[in-house]
């Protein structure tokens, strides 16, 4: 089983819809996690950061970590054109460096 | 505020040829850095990374290296480029702190020709 699993879609989306990214992952020893999100031909540019179980909200995005499943969402809310990128989870266990990242989730909000 | 530049943001080389990619952070001090390939499909792959001067952790056996000679700097080279180096490559930082995000730069585009 790969640590972390992301679908990698594509997703396409009317503009103004509810998106919903998940990724799961397998080692329980995760504490951090973090969504990234990458327009094309640019880096990755961090977008919401959690530590432990429970939800986060920042404007139009919400992140939701369930730890007893091993499950991390990201919910974009009134989607729009500009959100069209390929969003990116990466969990981490803090004391450790490194981040796992997922291979990510292509989307597209059309107008 | 904390940046972190890399470039060229394009680089067409011939096989057989040598390759230095340069990555600075700016606004923060002894961060760690890291160097990954992206490859289309196969999500980030991390190459190096590194907590201090002169310390530097290899992930995967390859045909390239990496060197910090300054603080905030960090350097990814090869002596002899093959066509499977092509790739995006990006540059990133986190602090020192326990689960710091990382950051990255806006990469590095490499075709080998």
């Known amino acids: 089983q790969k640590e972390v699993e992301q679908d990698p879609g594509p997703l396409s989306v009317p503009e103004g819809a509810i998106v919903s990214l998940n990724c799961t992952y397998s080692n329980s020893a995760f504490q951090y996690f973090m969504w990234y999100r990458q327009y094309s031909r640019k880096g990755p540019e961090l977008l919401m950061y959690?530590?432990?179980?429970g939800n986060k909200e920042d404007g139009r995005f919400t992140a939701q970590v369930d730890k007893s499943s091993k499950y991390i969402s990201l919910f974009i809310r009134d989607s729009q054109p500009s959100d069209s990128a390929t969003y990116l989870c990466?969990?981490?266990?803090?004391?450790?460096?490194?981040?796992?990242f997922g291979k990510g989730t292509k989307l597209t909000v059309n107008p | 505020s904390q940046t972190i530049h890399q470039w060229p943001a394009t680089l067409v080389q011939p096989v057989g040829s040598p390759l230095s990619l340069e990555c600075t952070v700016e606004g923060t001090s002894n961060p760690n850095l890291y160097w990954y390939r992206q490859a289309a499909g196969r999500g980030l792959q991390l190459l190096f990374y590194?907590?201090?001067?002169?310390?530097i952790s290899s992930e995967v056996p390859q045909n390239l290296s990496a060197s910090r000679p300054q603080d905030r700097q960090f350097i990814l080279s090869s002596k002899k480029l093959l066509l499977s180096d092509s790739g995006f490559y990006l540059c990133?930082?986190?602090?020192?702190?326990?689960?710091?995000?990382?950051?990255f730069g806006d990469g590095t585009r490499l075709s080998i020709l």
């Open positions: 990466a969990p981490s266990q803090g004391g450790s460096e490194k981040l796992v």
């Open positions: 590194s907590v201090g001067i002169g310390q």
């Open positions: 959690t530590y432990s179980s």
């Open positions: 990133a930082f986190s602090g020192g702190g326990r689960g710091q995000p990382q950051h």
